[in-house]
Every structure is written in structure tokens, then in C-alpha cells.
T-cell receptor, first 113, second 111 residues
């Protein structure tokens, strides 16, 4: 069984730039969620993708967008980066839409300078 | 939306003692409550979960209790060991696998 993998592991960007983070879901999982974890905080829900469509969104502006591909992998795109976007971005996969455990990747540490 | 509060933010216990972490939630429609353990620099990992039709669940040294009326749930770790030291997060979900997390409890087990 292949776990959730994310790339890159670390990234440094300048304010105003754009970034794309990638995630491969665990085998057998068809739902992907993205979370932002600021230092010393709990993960905050950004959005979720199911069957290649956004299926739920947290309190994040439209400059946070995403995609899910037919193989259930996913991308998180952030435009017009701000300093406050510096955080650990966690991807989590799960199966279906009924409540089931999230399986997290190791995350991408984004630093915006 | 859902708001999850978690206490305490830090907790130190002697090895072998018990540790209790408490969470409250605001949305009465929440029906699934997992707990995650996150070691420094690692991914959050599920340690136990409970659904709203159950009041208590136990897995070896770890147990979770749920009080739907009061809208709170708790994690209990007995016979703590140094390897239990980590940050613990509670979470609540209403539907569709969209989770709202608490702010975390940093547990230190002193040998």
C-alpha cells in the first residue's frame, strides 16, 4: 500500500509569486483534502476534491485553488503569495464522502519572504 | 462553521501517570471525532477515533469519550511512556470528510 506523498518538501518563494504543490493520494483513496498548518497551530481546512471537483472549501480566498486528476492526485495552487502564507501545507487522502480517517502526507514547508 | 477548542495547550506528566486532553465543539451536527498525534517534523497520524453513536472507545492504553449533550470529547492516555511525547490534535467533522482541528496539546512525558 502506497502512502500519501507530497512534493516538494520545502519551498522558498517571494511575496507576489505563485506556487504549485503536488500530492499523490494513498492507493484506493479517491478524496483529497488540503490543509494549512501554521507554526504551533492545528491544521486548517483549505478545500477538498472528490471525483475531480472541488467539494467543500474552508475560509480561504480564491487565490488558493486546486485540481484533482483522474488518478486522484492533486495540486494546490496559490497566487499572489503573502507573507502569512508561510506554513506547512498538508495533503490528506481518504475514501469516499462518508466520514473516514484522513491519511496525511509529510507536507510541504512553504516560506514566503 | 465548526469551532473546536482544545485544552490544555501544554501538558507534562511523569512516566506511568495518565494524561487527559479535552476538546469542545460548536456544531451539533458533528458526528465523527478523530485524534491525531504529530511528532516533531512528521505528519499527523490517526491514533483513535469515535463516532457520534458511541460514548466511549478504547484501544490498549488510549481511550476516547464523547458527550454529545455537552459537545465535548476527551482523550485519555494511561501508563504514559516517553514515546507518547508529541503534539496531539482533536478534530470534528460534520459531513463529507471536512475536518476542523483544535489548536493542539504538546504532551511531554518525563522519564
Amino acid at each position: 500500500e502506497t502512502g500519501v506523498t507530497q512534493s516538494p518538501t520545502h519551498l522558498i518563494k517571494t511575496r507576489g509569486q505563485q506556487v504549485t504543490l503536488r500530492c499523490s493520494s494513498q492507493s484506493g483513496h479517491n478524496t483529497v483534502s488540503w490543509y494549512q498548518q501554521a507554526l504551533g497551530q492545528g491544521p486548517q481546512f483549505i478545500f477538498q476534491y472528490y471525483r475531480e471537483e472541488e467539494n467543500g472549501r474552508g475560509n480561504f480566498p480564491p487565490r488558493f485553488s486546486g485540481l484533482q486528476f483522474p488518478n486522484y492526485s492533486s495540486e494546490l495552487n496559490v497566487n499572489a503569495l503573502e507573507l502569512d502564507d508561510s506554513a506547512l501545507y498538508l495533503c490528506a487522502s481518504s475514501f469516499g464522502q462518508g466520514n473516514s480517517p484522513l491519511h496525511f502526507g509529510n507536507g510541504t514547508r512553504l516560506t514566503v519572504t | 462553521g465548526e469551532n473546536v477548542e482544545q485544552h490544555p495547550s501544554t501538558l507534562s506528566v511523569q512516566e506511568g501517570d495518565s494524561a487527559v486532553i479535552k476538546c469542545t465543539y460548536s456544531d451539533s451536527a458533528s458526528n465523527y471525532f478523530p485524534w491525531y498525534k504529530q511528532e516533531l517534523g512528521k505528519r499527523p497520524q490517526l491514533i483513535i477515533d469515535i463516532r457520534s453513536n458511541v460514548g466511549e472507545k478504547k484501544d490498549q492504553r488510549i481511550a476516547v469519550t464523547l458527550n454529545k449533550t455537552a459537545k465535548h470529547f476527551s482523550l485519555h492516555i494511561t501508563e504514559t511512556q516517553p514515546e507518547d511525547s508529541a503534539v496531539y490534535f482533536c478534530a470534528a467533522s460534520t459531513t463529507g470528510n471536512q475536518f476542523y482541528f483544535g489548536t493542539g496539546t504538546s504532551l511531554t512525558v518525563i522519564p
